[in-house]
């Protein structure tokens, strides 16, 4: 009887498995996931294939889905779109625009699902970010004009007469030294909730309700979580400020202003921008996770065999340290790591999103946590991204019973790790565009992972970041591989302490290779091609093409055992094209294995500080400076650095580019570096190779 109850079960649903067709007013997502759901629990074991048509399809509450959603290896569920019109959303079309005169455009705020009126921070108008009313404005020909600079900061404790818990928010004042921001005495009493201070300090980023401004002293006032901690203070040569949501500032084309008193959104169109056809989205959903896959890995129970094809996910809200519905606080600590995806996973097997598209987030495009295995994203376009691209690994390093976590080869995982999964062929961009600390790909907690030519670029902070361990204590982020990416236009001379590739702790088997990686810009300090940060250890980074950063090609902050061969670096502007910075951490002295390189700078020394007191072998390598100075290696010359130990069997020569030119001896074409068939290096026994295939197959920014 139970087995015919299934079978009539089934029958309802009209067969047993198939397709679904998902439409603008016909069956929703949330629908169709009901439907296959009902399916799987009357006994259907056969594959379904969900198609999407295009259309904008609002999301008023996150879809999510469990193990009873799963398919199998033979018989997947599949949801297929049909490209970038396909679009699950967390936003809505915003109505009603009128002309309220002055060049200002005006439409009511839309009601939340509770009914309540809406809040957000974001707006897009025809696929483009709004600026929110910014002081400063935007200046695209001078970044560093888009923001202040700050004096004197300082931290008190608030007492209970300023309304503030004790022990769990502290009042924090900084004085400004611009004069332009003098219009925050503009802003009125009862609009100061929601405007807000934003500030970059070296590589992390506080967002803050302002909660007042002394004209007189230039001084503002904000409230935090917890007394600042030594890093986090605001240092005037390493911190820039702006505000945002400000009436008084809101005076330029293309920004926008969210009247919370008057219950209206506020705009300035562009040139040529008709608001009467203008399609204006917001996230008024406050929905940041459009699709959440919800295993638990501690009960084994996993969603698994999902697959994803040409859907859009977009028009996502940012992710809020306090939570709520009102204005965001975000606090300061690195690669934007408490921010949700558009897509987020924990506890999945065998999930595959190919040629989707991830864009107009306040977040990260996709967030894989806790017990994420074998799980893939090619082909797949993600850009306007409020932090990052793809953040993947486990909240911490989990290994299996029995095993431990120290500084050694990690073989056993657990229920709870993350590993075995792939990002190939995907283009990542534009991001860090809600919070500036967002990375192109941030691996954490991982192991065994790959990320397979991809052109990550336009991020103000690192590009690909692998580890989660800060010294030498252990890391299951081990046997990794970063290959054949195209990594670009990082930092923007905004953040500091950043590179194309980042790692930390011990990160045994991982190798990064055949990357092309330039242009890694500074504000204070740190724009590195290569950084191994504390305590990277037993990793291999060769093949890789490094040119045009701020400090070096490569620097390690301290590590040990890490091989760094066969590289090119070039063109950077100070501290040394080869740096390092730590000798010994922990009782643990600090070594490097450098061999085979080329290194070449035309301004700046050769080797930064430091390296004479790492050990490690340092030979074959080839050193030029094209300047014609006198060449500077950590403070020697030629000579004495070669004498001194660091170099065995290396030469000081030009290495004979292809293209150079025989009068300035320099490449004028700043992206080829091939080199002559009698170049030096190469009697070195460097190993030349095509690095015109990294990046994606269909060409970089595609």
């Known amino acids: 009887m139970k087995r015919c109850a299934g079978l009539v079960a089934l029958a309802a649903l009209g067969a047993l498995g198939g397709e679904l067709t998902v439409e603008p007013g016909g069956l929703t997502p949330h629908e169709a996931l009901a439907k296959v759901r009902a399916a799987k629990a009357a ?3 056969s594959a379904w294939t969900i198609r999407v048509k295009d259309g904008i399809y609002a999301l008023k509450e996150t879809l999510v889905i469990t193990p009873e959603d799963s398919g199998t290896r033979e018989a997947p569920i599949t949801w297929i779109g049909q490209g970038e019109k396909t679009v699950f959303a967390g936003g809505e079309r915003l109505a009603g625009w009128k002309d309220a005169g002055g060049g200002v455009w005006s439409a009511p705020v839309p009601r939340a699902p509770d009914g309540t009126q809406a809040y957000f921070e974001q707006l897009w108008v025809n696929g483009r970010r709004a600026d929110r009313a910014r002081l400063p404005n935007r200046c695209p020909s001078d970044l560093k004009a888009e923001y202040f600079n700050v004096t004197q900061p300082r931290c008190e404790v608030a007492d209970a007469q300023e309304r503030v818990p004790p022990g769990k928010y502290t009042i924090e004042r900084v004085t400004l030294t611009n004069e332009a921001a003098l219009a925050l005495a503009a802003i009125p009493a009862d609009e100061l909730q929601y405007a807000q201070m934003n500030v970059i300090h070296k590589w992390s980023f506080a967002r803050r309700i302002l909660r007042g401004f002394d004209p007189a002293t230039m ?18 040569r390493e911190t820039l400020v ?13 920004e926008w202003f969210y009247d919370a008193k008057a219950g209206t959104v506020l705009y300035r169109p562009l040139p040529g921008e008709d608001m009467l056809s ?18 638990d890995p501690d009960k084994g129970a996993y969603v698994h065999d999902i697959v994803f094809k040409g859907i859009a996910f977009a ?18 600590h690195q690669a934007a790591c408490g921010y949700d995806g558009a897509v987020t996973a924990e506890g999945v097997r065998r999930i595959a999103f190919d040629g989707c598209t991830f864009a107009h987030t306040g977040n990260y495009g996709m967030r894989f946590n806790d017990g994420c295995v074998s799980n893939t994203v090619t082909n797949c376009k993600l850009f306007d991204l409020g932090a990052g691209g793809v953040w993947m690994g486990a909240g911490n390093g989990h290994v299996a019973n029995g095993e431990r976590l120290t500084r050694r080869i990690i073989k056993n995982l657990a229920p709870r790790s993350t590993a075995f999964n792939r990002i190939e062929n995907c283009v990542i961009r534009n991001g860090g565009l809600f919070n500036p600390e967002g990375t192109g790909v941030a691996y954490t907690h991982v192991s065994d992972s790959k990320v397979l030519h991809c052109d990550i670029y336009d991020f103000y902070y690192t590009g690909v970041s692998v580890g989660w361990t800060w010294g030498f204590a252990g890391s299951v982020a081990q046997r990794n591989e970063i290959a054949y990416n195209r990594i670009y236009d990082l930092g923007k001379g905004i953040m500091s302490d950043m590179g194309g590739v980042y790692t930390l702790g011990t990160s045994y088997g991982t190798r990064v290779h055949h990357n092309v990686i330039h242009d890694v810009w500074a504000y204070s300090y740190g724009g590195w091609a290569l950084y191994t940060d504390e305590g990277s250890e037993g990793l291999a980074m060769d093949h890789n093409l490094c040119w045009n ?13 890490c091989v760094i061969r066969n590289n090119i670096f070039a063109w950077n502007r100070k501290l040394g094209a080869v740096r390092m910075a730590r000798q010994v951490v922990q009782d643990i002295p600090c070594t490097l294995n450098f061999v085979n390189n080329i290194v070449v700078v035309r301004e700046g020394p050769l080797v930064g500080r430091g390296p004479r007191g790492v050990g490690g072998i340092w030979a074959c390598n080839l050193w030029y400076d094209f300047s014609g100075n006198k060449p500077d290696l950590d403070g020697l010359d030629w000579e004495k650095w070669r004498t001194c130990g660091k170099e065995t069997g290396g030469v000081y020569a030009d290495p004979l580019f292809e293209k150079a030119d025989a009068q300035e001896r320099v490449s004028p ?10 170049s030096p290096a190469i009697a070195l026994g460097f190993e030349t190779w095509d690095y015109s295939v990294s990046g994606t197959a269909g060409g970089s920014g595609r």
Not at 669 to 678: E, Q, T, Y
Request: hydrophobic share 30%; no cysteine.
């Open 669 to 678: 074409v700043a992206n080829d570096f091939r080199l002559k068939p009698n």
């Open 219 to 236: 001084t503002v006032e904000t409230h935090g979580r917890t007394k600042w901690t030594s890093w986090q203070i605001w240092n005037p």
């Open 43 to 45: 006994g259907d074991a």
């Open 278 to 295: 203008a399609e204006a989205v917001a996230p008024s959903s406050k929905i940041s996770r459009l699709v959440e896959f919800r295993g």
């Open 549 to 561: 950063t701020t400090d070096g090609g490569f620097h390690q902050h301290y590590g040990a055992g």
């Open 315 to 332: 028009y996502t809200d940012g992710t809020s340290a306090d939570g709520g519905r009102g204005p965001t606080q975000a606090y300061q």
């Open 242 to 254: 702006w505000f945002e949501n400000v009436r008084s500032a809101f005076d330029a084309p293309g």
